[in-house]
């Protein structure tokens, strides 16, 4: 199977899906799962989960989109996790801290006060991000991405 290619192939024992395969995740889905837990992106390294539980925290479609499109990060205190932009950081943490032009910082520490950070490809975090809003059926918002992700290509 290509990547980015649909997948009809179901576990003959759970009847879950096996939908998409992207080069850093892929999408399951479980018809007897809960609504918000039918379709499932699995990565495919720690850093890349971070991101995705980031996206999936914050929860507001709408919040995500306009932080991206405005290179703003966001945090969620509840879960400790979020993203930071390199425009986020002030004086201080510049001099402590160091996001290259063109990345994020993702985080997810579940709940716990610290845990690692990860510095990704901005670019990866917004086809994440992108394709959470398509899972969602949030189209309007994923087109939004993609023209910014069109914008961001170097």
């Not at 399951?28 to 539980?53: H, M, W």
């Not at 490809?121 to 809003?133: A, G, K, W």
Request: hydrophobic residues 35%.
């Amino acid at each position: 199977m290509k990547l980015g290619e649909n997948a009809d192939c179901f576990d003959n024992y759970s009847r879950v899906k096996f939908i998409k395969m992207y080069s850093s995740i892929r999408v399951i889905y479980n018809p007897n799962a809960q609504e918000e837990f039918k379709y499932t992106v699995i990565p495919s390294s720690a850093k890349l989960k971070a991101a995705i539980d980031a996206i999936r925290n914050l929860r507001s479609c709408d919040q995500l989109t306009e932080y991206a499109i405005l290179r703003h990060g966001y945090g969620n205190t509840d879960s400790m996790s979020g993203v930071v932009y390199p425009t986020d950081l002030d004086e201080f943490d510049r001099l402590t801290e160091y996001i290259p032009e063109h990345n994020v910082k993702v985080y997810a520490w579940y709940g716990e006060s610290t845990g690692p950070d990860y510095v990704i490809p901005e670019n990866q975090y917004l086809s994440l991000l992108r394709e959470y809003l398509l899972l969602h059926r949030e189209h309007d918002h994923a087109i939004r991405i993609e023209s910014l992700l069109r914008q961001t290509e170097h």
